[in-house]
């Protein structure tokens, strides 16, 4: 336990520096992009001195160099929190942070996430050998004795695999007879499969479970731009509206919920809050003139990958508001650490990465009611009220203490 201890502290200490110096692989592309994404990552100037910068006002960490070719699929940070699994466009890859390298796992491209049973194994679902054989494989790696076990199912278009309190089962979510995405249990060593959690009838985009959670756990889910989160019987059901996905920390108190944010200018981003009044007037003149010359089917704006941060205790909900990215994860090694793909900071669309964060101290100050840099308070429930109160975005906290 000693060791395991002072591992954390190494690497949680050299994340922010070491782990820059590591690129991903240089494949290209990973699954379909716009033409508007394509020409972007053809011709943007990636600076790196710009990213250093926003990176550090805002005490973010990246695991990867700042301009590397960083087109990531899907990642997971093992339980110690030493190595970082990854996909990029034909494989995945395992990241170690103490000795500083990358080994590519000697399979195909899983057909979808990969997630730690233990500090050495990886769960992962892949295509058969053979092309033309309908189902998956369900197969476990071993990163540090470079072994795969696997074994066959018949889960058509599986994705979203996800722990249960069993090791020898996952939960995962597959297209069923009629087309419609449900909810599986998984037996990882006879490819057994069978429905879940017969109570979630609807259609499922995306799940999670956190068993650790006090009374009996809790499981999350989505799907048509609502988030749910339930006990595994199905009570105590609560809705967030405006979420792609919803995240439960282990302890069960915060829910951090994926959604999209507000449309953003493809061209010309800047940080806003680095500017005058003036300054920002001309630019957006300068940014507005040169639009109104583009053609008509010219992509001149997007939605960026935001999250909200939800505290289920109060029915409080904010906003992380200066940074932005999705397939957030809680760091396991270190409480209130969080990582997330990175698409920007302060809204200006960066190079993709995977981020890093100590969220401590800012927790730390909503519990006081003090609005840390960075989260906004979007939603307050009162106490003993039906309906929640919508506070403006740009708005001051009504009480905040000095």
């Not at 339980?79 to 890859?93: E, N, R």
């Not at 005058?276 to 639009?291: C, I």
């Not at 669309?349 to 960075?374: C, S």
């Amino acid at each position: 336990m000693k060791r395991t201890r002072r591992t954390l502290s190494r690497v949680s200490a050299t994340l922010a520096l070491t782990l820059l110096a590591l690129t991903a692989c240089e494949e290209e592309n990973f699954g379909e992009a716009s033409f508007y994404e394509n020409v972007y990552d053809a011709y943007a100037d990636c600076r790196e001195s710009e990213i250093r910068f926003l990176k550090g006002k805002h005490g973010i960490s990246t695991a990867f160099a700042e301009c590397g070719s960083n087109n990531f699929g899907n990642f997971s940070w093992s339980p110690s929190g030493i190595h970082l699994y990854f996909q990029v466009t034909h494989a995945g890859h395992v990241l170690n942070g103490e000795e500083k390298t990358i080994a590519t796992v000697p399979t195909p491209l899983p057909v979808s996430n990969g997630v730690w049973i233990d500090a050495d194994r990886i769960l992962m679902l892949l295509p058969h050998a053979e092309a033309g054989i309908p189902g998956q494989r369900v197969g476990v790696y071993d990163h540090r004795k470079a072994t795969l076990k696997a074994v066959d199912t018949v889960l058509e278009q599986p994705s979203t695999l996800q722990l249960s309190a069993d090791p020898q089962v996952v939960y995962v979510t597959a297209l069923d007879d009629a087309g419609l995405r449900r909810l599986y249990s998984l037996d990882i060593t006879t490819g057994a499969v069978e429905r879940a959690f017969e109570w979630l009838t609807e259609p499922v985009e995306s799940f999670g479970f956190e068993p650790g959670v006090p009374d009996g756990g809790m499981v999350s889910w989505a799907a048509g731009g609502t988030a749910h989160i339930a006990r595994p019987d199905g009570s105590e059901q609560q809705d967030f509206e405006d979420a792609l996905r919803a995240v439960i920390h282990p302890a069960g108190r915060w829910l951090v919920i994926e959604r999209l944010g507000a449309p953003v200018s493809n061209f010309d981003q800047a940080a806003w809050d680095e500017m005058t009044d003036e300054a920002r007037e001309r630019a957006v003149r300068r940014r507005d003139a040169w639009v109104e010359r583009l053609p008509d089917w010219t992509d001149t704006e997007s939605s960026p990958p935001s999250m909200d941060l939800l505290d289920l205790d109060n029915g409080k909900r904010y906003r992380f508001s200066e940074f932005q990215g999705d397939a957030f994860e809680w760091y396991r090694a270190k409480d209130f650490w969080i990582s997330f793909r990175m698409w920007g900071i302060e809204e200006k669309e960066l190079n993709r990465n995977v981020a890093l964060m100590d969220l401590t101290d800012r927790m730390r100050m909503l519990d006081r009611e003090i609005f840390p840099k960075g989260i906004e308070l979007v939603q307050a429930m009162p106490v003993g009220g039906e309906a929640p109160i919508e506070v403006p975005i740009d708005a001051p906290p009504a009480a905040t203490p000095e």
